[in-house]
Structure formats: structure tokens, C-alpha cells
């Protein structure tokens, strides 16, 4: 993993934790919206969907966190008793069942989670095996490497291939192979007939000519080998493709070298024809011999020293042609026919020459042999032409049949053995090995082939050689030693080749490419021996052969191992791959099943046919417990035999080795035996359906007898039971849901009911009391007034008013509160200078704090930017901080109104000093109709709503309130967006 993919998964993982609490604030905030119409009537519907999401999105941990704070959230705002934290037991049951509830799906769903990370795990693993078998294909870059489908069509191509035919990946991969083959051999249907042998013999070998993209044509070796798969069936084909052209070159020139010597064969004896050439008379009756000139020098003699008998030009000749010569000059007389032979001749400076002699019988009359009339000439150049002419023949013969047997051959070890075999024989030496290096520059001795009288090398390890020479070696260059003794070695290295029987070596370095992977080393033991040029290059060119067979076969090797190897494990990963496949599918629809349907029966009937048919068992059954009766009651089955158990119900008691796993959680495998008859046994699973509250149920399956259930099997069916229990526990939540709603729905319909009516009662006899109020006090202004009745009719029309107005009062704060708990209350932003709103603000509690003898300090922080919000929230908001600041601070003490910026935010804060909330009344002082007790000792009374109305604006403002009162000194803080988003304003208004 790299560090992008590690930062990722790091803050994925905090992001599911903060997505499980957002989901719970969420739920929180949907739970207080429902809370005037619900009460503390079902706390936990909006929960369940929260904890259900968190656990389906992150997996455990967040569903465990949200299942956690959900349990909280329901305790501190629905489940306490008259505000204090005892809860009944109703209450404790309920919460208890939510957290199991909770837990039970976090842990389905990490389950579900973990599930599906293995199947993505097993597909990574084949895919990270396909590209280390591409890797290794398109590494190989002087072979053309590809793959045929059974049809001939390319299904792949590496860079070798697209080096050496010059078709790029994407513009061949589907073509038909034939495209590289020559128009005549398409037409003749080559291509057919090679797919055919390939097949027939499971490989197909040969060299022939190739076409490449640009239609240029070059000399390869193909080996075509036929791919099966395991049922026989024919699965394609694997093609390695060689560019041999520069070796059929070197055929032809040697073909156009033997043309050209025979050329010049024949040139040399129409040369010789007409040269001039030494004469002889041989007159037998005599026994008398006279040549010319020109035959002393040709037999090395000085002009006029010959003494002109036969015996004398006897002893010119070579000892060794000696009798040769006489034999033939015998026969020739004995037969009466012409006379030819080849000899050689030693000249007084010991020089050899060849000399073709000929000559003509003449007869007298009688019929006998008088006289004999030749020449001789001086063949020695074309003798050692002829010489020269047979030593490259046989070397290349050698060369060639080599080179035809490593093309007949892939096994190293053959080829090798083949090399030094002939390389022995034609050299006529004593020992020749091939030495290969190891890793640490060590040399072995790999084959040998030696005369049997001296000792064998074969296996030997020769320690690493010095560096000097190792890059001689390198660079292409041969070692030689004509004679151990006669040339200047160090002591240690004569005592190896005397101790290895050394007299005379050639060594001849094998190069791939720049790499030096042995030597190729010819010994003479018994003798020295003056190398020859032709034998180094005979060598040299053996090499070149040894390391294009070498590769050839070390890639045949890669491939076939890699072929054998990529059948193997595409087979083994296709087949789990397939059952892989076929579990998740089996899974994914039980899955689909269970949330989709609520339908417990559906569900398992599903479950236990889609085992039965995936794994190919007899039969499949599901069985409900009820634990109460320690019964088993077998519900929902699929069979494919006479056997069927629906309906049947077991006592747990009855068969405890089985159940008792069971109810603790464990799977159980083993084999049934009713009698001996085989219809009888059977191979059986028994898997628990289970969750965190306990055991609901099983499964079971029934096999042929001998059957073994893999774990990846019961893995499956396990996951299928944990489904199972989800379906179960889904449904039965479902009916509780349900029942739960119907209920909601009929408590929201009754407070429709009741707000609509008591809305409409509050509102009546208010208006009518305003308008008698009013008709009140222009009556009283019409009469004329007595001593005391003015007083007193306006003390009593005054408390008619403030109770009127008190009553108005009450109602607009439910309404708005309504409002503001449905999300309806209209918002209108305006832009708002600080400092004269707050001197306005403030300004009519400025005549009622003096009547109460308090003071009023206002601290606005300078150059505070504009505020744009809603109006008379705002002003809503501080109107009622600084009405309750006005009620509940003594006489003679201060009241501070300040304003600040802070982090793009106003803070307003209200500060009466002299009174204090006590800090267990502090959590509760924003609820709807609560007041602190013992806080009014003025009786100065109050709605109750007031603060509530505060918290409720200002959270409709973007904004917090919060108070802290200590040392008799309360402080209310209420913080504000600078700005307040207009889209939110605009969807607020709109509601």
C-alpha cells in the first residue's frame, strides 16, 4: 500500500466515526422536532435507523459508537423520571433491548463488511498472479512470445514478439496468426496444415520465412505447442518465434564459399594446364631418365646435379609417398596404361612439396613397354587449398551438424553432451568440457567428454578465477597455452593443470549477450599442441551456437515451466474463483432478500433452497427454537430425496451432543447411520442461526455419506444463518415498528385535534375580552367621575389589560414556538449597524431599571463590521435576556449589556449581578415552562417560555445561547454568525 492509499484509509476510518455521530445527531434533532407531538412516547424509532445506517456504512465500531451515544441521548432527554436520572424499569428494559438491538446489527454488518473484503482479496491474488506470468512474458525480449486461441486468433503479445514481428499489442491481439506467414504459404493453406500437426503432435517445429508489418520477410525458427486443459479439451496454442536470419545468412555465404572454392578449383587446374611444367624421358631398356631443368627444381634439386637414373628420383620423394609412387609406376607398366600420381617431395631444406606426376607408356611393336614420356608440376598451393577446402568442409559439417542436433533438441544436458562429443572427435584432441559459472564467480564442470586413460573433470568446482582474466573473457577474448612448461606460469596455477593432467588448453568464453556464462575448454594431455587458427575460430563459432542453444533452451524451459505452472493455477483459481462466485452470488440474493422483504418466511424458504442447489446437498431445512419449551420446530425445507422433516418438532433434551453445540454457538458435522442400509446415511451440517441475543434457530444439510464439508462451505452457510437471524430480528422489529407508528399516528392526529381546537378556544375569549376592554375604558372616559370610583375603575382596568396582554403574550410564544420547532418560522435578513441598534435596544428598560434602582452598563467592543441577520429575532432574542435581567436582579445592583466579535461571530452577553441560578437548575433552565424554584421572591411571574423562546431563535439563527451563573453573578451568552447564509434564510422562509 502506498502512502496515498494509507492516508486514504486513515481518514476513511475517521470518517465513519463521524459519520456515525453525525447520523446520531441527526436522529437526535428529527427525535426533539417530533417531541411536542410525541412526548416521550417511542424515543427510539429515529435511533434505530442511525445506528442501522452507521453500522451498514463503517462496520463495528461505528455502529457500537452510535448505538452508544443513541442510548445517551434517549436516557438524558426521554427516559428520566420528572427530570431526575432514575429510570423506570419499563424504561431500562426498553433501552436494554435498543442496545442489543444495536450491537446485534453493528455486528451483521462487520460481518457483511469482512465478507465481502475476502472475495475482493481472492480476486487481487489472481489478478497479482496474472501480472507477475505478464511480467515475466514481457521480459523476454529477443523471443516473440504470444498465445494462440484454438482457432488460430492472437489472444496476447509481448515485447519480444512486438520487436521482432513489428505489430504493437493493440493492433494484433484477435488477428488470425497467418498474417505473418507469406502469401504462397496462405494460398498453399499452410497455416491450416500447422495448426493440424501442432495438434496431431502436440508441438510443431520448423524454420521458414515470416512476414513482418512492413512486409519486409525474415528467416525464423517456430515451436508451436498445443495447450489442454485437464477434460482434454484443446484450450489454444503457445508460440516462440526466433529471428534466425543473421544464421541462414551465414548458410549462404558458406553455400556461395564452396561454389567459389570449386570456381577456383578449377581455375587453378586451367592454370596449371597451361603453365609451363618440368619434363621427363624414362627409357627402360636403358634404365636411363632425363627431365629438364624446370623438374630439378621442382623435385629441390640444383640444375645439372641430377644423375638421371630412376633410383635417384626415388630418393626425392617423401619416404612416407615412397612406395606409393612405386606401386603406381609398377602398375602402370603391369597394366600398359597411363601413368598419374600425387607424391611429395623433400627439398635439401627440408621443405615438403607436392608434385603431380603423369605420364605416357610407349610400346614398340612387339607390344612392350619401351619407353615412358610425363611432367611433373608443383600442386602445393592446391594441395593445401584442397587441404584448407576439407578442414572447412569438416568444420563446418561439424559446425552444422551441431547446430542440427541443438535445433533437434531442447534439452540442455543433450546439447551439451553433443558439443564436446563432436568437438573430441574432430579436433582429435584428449579431454573437452564446458565450464559453467556459479553466482560467486566459481566455475563446474558441467559435461566432458575425455579418452578413457585420462582422469575425468566432470563435476569438478574450480574456485573463482582472477578478475583480469574474467574481463578478458567478457570482452570476447580466447585463452590459449600451446605448452604448460614452456610458458612463464605462476607456481599454484601449473600445479592445477599438471594436477588436472593439463599439458596444452584452449579456452573459448560462451557469451549471452554481455553476460560470460562459461567457457568451452579443449584439453591436450599427453602432448603439446600448436593451436591452429582454425581450430580457435571452428571454436569460436561453436560458442556463438552453444549460447543461442543455451538461451533457446533455458527459454523453452521458462516457458514450458511457466505454461505448466499458469495451467495449474489458472485451473485452481478459476475453480475457486467459480465457487467463490457462486457463494457470493447465493449470498448476495439471500442478502437482497433480507432487505428487501421483511417476510421472515420468504426469506429462509429462499435461503435453504439456494444452499441446498449451490453445495448440492440431498436437502436443506431451517427450524425455529422456542427455548421456553426446548422445542425445535422444523418450518421451511428443500429436498431432493423421499426424506422431509417440515413440520416435524424436536425436543432439544432428545439429542444433546447435537444441540447443546448448537445453543452455544457452534457448528456440528458428522456423519447419520439409521441402519446399514446405504438410503439411510448421511453426511450432515448443522449450523446455529444466531445473534447477539441469543440462539433463534438452525440450519441443516444432508449429503451422500462420504461428503466432507469444506470450511469455506460452512463459512457460507454460516454467513447464510447469520442472514438468517438478521431476517428474523428484522421482522420481528418490523411488527413492533409497526405497531409503534400506528400508534404515533393516532397520538399526532389527536394533538392536531387539540391544538387545532385549543388555538382556536385561547384565541376567542381572549379577542372578546381585548374588545370589552376597550369598550370599558371609552365608557369610563364618557362618565362623569366621582371621589374614588376614578382610582379604583382604572386599577381594575389596568389588571384586565396586563392580563390580557400577559394571556396574548403566552399564546404568540406557543405559536412561535410551534413554529420554530416545525421549521416554519419566516426569517428576514438585514444588514444591522451594532451600535445604534443596541442603544435603541436598550433604551425603554432604561425608565424601568431606574424605578428599580438598578444600573445599565453597555460595552460594544470598537469597530465591530455590520450583522446581517434577522431583525427582530434578534431583538427578540435580547428583549426577553433583558426583561428576565430587569425581574431577577436586586435593587442597587448592575445589569451589563456587551458586545464583541469573535472568530466570525458576534457574542452578546447579558450580566445581571446579585442573582444566582443554582448549578443543578442550570441544565434545565431552557426547558418549555420551567422556572427555577425560589428564583422570584418579587413574584413578578411569567410565561415560562421565555428562555425557551431564546434557545429555540437563536438556534433558528445559526447561533448558540448558554449560561453560567456562579458567586451571585449570571451570565447569558449568545453567539451569532456574522453573515447569515441567505440559501438557509431562503429555504427557512420557505417552509
Known amino acids: ?20 455521530v453525525l447520523v446520531v445527531v441527526a436522529a437526535t434533532v428529527v427525535r426533539l422536532l417530533l417531541n411536542p407531538l410525541l412526548g416521550n412516547a417511542a424515543p427510539f424509532l429515529p435511533f434505530i435507523l442511525a445506528v442501522l445506517f452507521s453500522a451498514w456504512y463503517g462496520g463495528l465500531r461505528p455502529g457500537l459508537l452510535s ?21 423506570g424499569f419499563r424504561n431500562l428494559i426498553l433501552l436494554g433491548l435498543f442496545l442489543t438491538a444495536g450491537i446485534g446489527l ?18 487481487k491474488a489472481l489478478r497479482s498472479s496474472e501480472e507477475q506470468y505478464r511480467l515475466l512474458v514481457d521480459g523476454v525480449k529477443d523471443c516473440a512470445i504470444y498465445l494462440l486461441d484454438a482457432q488460430g486468433y492472437v489472444m496476447s503479445w509481448n515485447a519480444g514478439a512486438e520487436r521482432i514481428e513489428g505489430y504493437r499489442a493493440e493492433e494484433i491481439i484477435g488477428q488470425h496468426f497467418s498474417r505473418f506467414c507469406p502469401p504462397e504459404d496462405v494460398a498453399q493453406g499452410k497455416p491450416e496444415r500447422v495448426i493440424a500437426a501442432a495438434i496431431a503432435q502436440e508441438r510443431f517445429e520448423e524454420e521458414g520465412w515470416r512476414v513482418r508489418k512492413d512486409g519486409s520477410r525474415f528467416w525464423s525458427h517456430l515451436l508451436m505447442t498445443a495447450l489442454w486443459d485437464e477434460a482434454g479439451e484443446l ?53 636411363t631418365v632425363s627431365w629438364s631443368s624446370k623438374t630439378e627444381q621442382l623435385l629441390g634439386l640444383i640444375p645439372g646435379t641430377f644423375s638421371k637414373t630412376y633410383e635417384t628420383f626415388l630418393e626425392a620423394v617423401h619416404p612416407g609417398d615412397r612406395d ?68 572447412q568442409t569438416e568444420r563446418e559439417r561439424l559446425i552444422g551438424a551441431i547446430a542440427q542436433r541443438l535445433r533437434q533438441s531442447l534439452n540442455l544436458e543433450e546439447i551439451l553432451n553433443t558439443a564436446v562429443a563432436e568437438v573430441r572427435q574432430f579436433l582429435q584432441t584428449d579431454r573437452v568440457i564446458i565450464y559453467e559459472f556459479q553466482a560467486d564467480q566459481s566455475g563446474v564442470v558441467v559435461v566432458e567428454s575425455i579418452a578413457p586413460e585420462w582422469t575425468s573433470l566432470q563435476g569438478t568446482v574450480v574456485p573463482p578465477l582472477e578478475e583480469p582474466l574474467l574481463q578478458l573473457y567478457r570482452a570476447g577474448q580466447v585463452s590459449s597455452l600451446s605448452d604448460i612448461y614452456a610458458t612463464p606460469l605462476e607456481p599454484d596455477c601449473l600445479n592445477l593443470l599438471t594436477q588436472f593432467q593439463i599439458r596444452a588448453d584452449l579456452v573459448i568464453p560462451i557469451l549471452q549477450g554481455e553476460e560470460l556464462w562459461g567457457l568451452l575448454v579443449v584439453h591436450h594431455c599427453a602432448s603439446a599442441h600448436e593451436w591452429q587458427a582454425l581450430e580457435i575460430d571452428l571454436l569460436k563459432q561453436l560458442a556463438a551456437q552453444l549460447a543461442i542453444a543455451i538461451q533457446q533452451s533455458q527459454l523453452y524451459q521458462q516457458v514450458q515451466q511457466l505454461n505448466s505452472n499458469l495451467e495449474h493455477q489458472v485451473q485452481e483459481r478459476m475453480q475457486q474463483l467459480q465457487q467463490a462466485l457462486n457463494f457470493e452470488a447465493v449470498l448476495k440474493r439471500i442478502t437482497d432478500k433480507v432487505r428487501d422483504s421483511l417476510d421472515e418466511g420468504h426469506i429462509l424458504q429462499t435461503a435453504v433452497r439456494e444452499l441446498a442447489l449451490v453445495l448440492q446437498a440431498d436437502s436443506c431445512n431451517a427450524a425455529l427454537y422456542d427455548l421456553e419449551q426446548g422445542t425445535a420446530d422444523v418450518c421451511y425445507e428443500y429436498t431432493t430425496s423421499t426424506f422431509a422433516f417440515q413440520g416435524r418438532r424436536l425436543h432439544l433434551e432428545s439429542f444433546p451432543e447435537i444441540y447443546q453445540p448448537l445453543l452455544q454457538g457452534q457448528c456440528v458435522q458428522f456423519c447419520s447411520i439409521m441402519s446399514s442400509s446405504r438410503q439411510d446415511q448421511a453426511a450432515l451440517l448443522a449450523c446455529p442461526v444466531l445473534d447477539d441475543q441469543g440462539v433463534l434457530g438452525d440450519l441443516w444439510l444432508r449429503h451422500r455419506p462420504e461428503y466432507i464439508f469444506t470450511e469455506q462451505e460452512i463459512r457460507l452457510v454460516q454467513q447464510i444463518a447469520n442472514q438468517g437471524a438478521i431476517a428474523l430480528r428484522q421482522a420481528r422489529l418490523y411488527q413492533a415498528a409497526q405497531a ?69 403574550s403566552l399564546i404568540n410564544d406557543l405559536l412561535d414556538l410551534q413554529r420554530l420547532e416545525v421549521g416554519v418560522q419566516p426569517l428576514t435578513l438585514t444588514t444591522i449597524d451594532l451600535y445604534t441598534w443596541v442603544e435603541q435596544l436598550v433604551k425603554p428598560f432604561e425608565d424601568r431599571m431606574r424605578a428599580r434602582q438598578q444600573t445599565l452598563q453597555v460595552e460594544i467592543a470598537p469597530e465591530l463590521p455590520p450583522l446581517v441577520s434577522d431583525l427582530l429575532g434578534l431583538e427578540r432574542i435580547l428583549g426577553e435576556l433583558l426583561n428576565n435581567a430587569c425581574k431577577y436582579t436586586p435593587p442597587g445592583d448592575r445589569i451589563c449589556v456587551k458586545v464583541q466579535a469573535q472568530a466570525e461571530r458576534i457574542r452578546f452577553q447579558v450580566i445581571n449581578l446579585g442573582a444566582e441560578i443554582p448549578a443543578h437548575e ?11 424554584p425560589s428564583a422570584d421572591p418579587w413574584k413578578q411571574g411569567g410565561t415560562g417560555l421565555g428562555l425557551a423562546l431564546v434557545q429555540k431563535l437563536t438556534r433558528h439563527l445559526q447561533g448558540q445561547v448558554y449560561v453560567e451563573s456562579a458567586n451571585h453573578r449570571t451570565v447569558f451568552t449568545v453567539e451569532v454568525p456574522m453573515t447569515l447564509a441567505a440559501e438557509l434564510a431562503g429555504k427557512k422562509s420557505n417552509r
Open 106 to 123: 453493528s455486528w451483521v454488518n462487520e460481518v457483511l463488511h469482512r465478507s465481502r473484503r475476502g472475495s475482493e482479496a481472492t480476486l
Open 67 to 87: 448505538t452508544g451515544l443513541s442510548a445517551g441521548i434517549i436516557h438524558y432527554f426521554w427516559l428520566r423520571s420528572n427530570g431526575t436520572d432514575v429510570v
Open 235 to 287: 484450450r489454444g496454442f503457445s508460440k516462440l518465434v526466433r529471428d534466425i536470419s543473421d544464421r541462414q545468412r551465414a548458410e549462404a555465404e558458406r553455400q556461395q564459399s564452396e561454389a567459389a572454392l570449386q570456381r577456383s578449383e578449377e581455375q587453378l587446374r586451367l592454370a596449371l594446364d597451361a603453365s609451363q611444367a618440368g619434363i621427363w624421358d624414362w627409357n627402360l631398356p636403358t634404365g
Open 922 to 932: 442550570l441544565s434545565r433552565i431552557f426547558d418549555k415552562f420551567y422556572r427555577v
Open 1 to 20: 500500500m502506498n502512502y496515498k492509499d494509507g492516508w486514504a484509509l486513515k481518514h476513511f476510518r475517521w470518517l465513519r466515526y463521524g459519520v456515525a
Open 740 to 808: 409503534q407508528v400506528e400508534a404515533l399516528e393516532r397520538l399526532n392526529q389527536l394533538k392536531d385535534d387539540f391544538l387545532s381546537t385549543v388555538s382556536h378556544e385561547l384565541r376567542t375569549p381572549v379577542a372578546n375580552m381585548k374588545m370589552s376592554i376597550r369598550m370599558l375604558e371609552l365608557a369610563l372616559k364618557q362618565e362623569v367621575p366621582t371621589s374614588n370610583q376614578p382610582q379604583k375603575s382604572e386599577r381594575y382596568l389596568r389588571i384586565l389589560q396586563d392580563e390580557c396582554e400577559r394571556e396574548i
Open 324 to 391: 606409393q609412387v612405386v606401386q603406381a609406376v609398377a602398375k602402370a607398366l603391369e597394366t600398359k596404361k597411363d601413368y598419374a600420381q600425387e607424391f611429395r617431395v623433400t627439398w635439401p631444406d627440408g621443405s615438403i612439396h607436392w608434385i603431380a606426376g603423369a605420364g605416357k607408356l610407349l610400346l614398340n611393336d612387339q607390344g612392350e613397354v619401351v619407353r615412358m614420356l610425363g611432367t611433373n608440376m608443383d600442386v602445393t598451393e592446391r594441395k593445401q587449398t584442397e587441404l584448407a577446402l576439407q578442414q
